[in-house]
């Protein structure tokens, strides 16, 4: 796992998510934006469901 993907953040913060091929793909931001989140979201998922198809692999974690 790359250290990159690593983050610290302090604050009251809440959390969308959904599915993907059985992968858990969340969106974090501050209280009262999260739905700000939604569309990134949405994109998230189209775009995993793609690169396991191009890729023929699918992603190995558990969560996105």
């Known amino acids: 796992m790359s250290t990159y993907l690593l ?8 959390r969308i998510h959904d599915a993907s091929s059985g992968t858990d793909i969340g969106v ?5 934006k999260v739905e700000q989140g939604r569309e990134a979201l949405k994109a998230a998922i189209r775009i995993l469901s ?9 992603y190995p974690l558990p969560k996105a």
Do not use: E, I, R
Request: charged fraction near 5%; charge should be negative.
């Open 50 to 58: 793609y690169y396991n198809s191009y890729f023929g692999v699918p």
């Open 7 to 14: 983050v610290l953040c302090a604050g009251h913060l809440q």
């Open 28 to 32: 974090w931001a501050v209280d009262g």
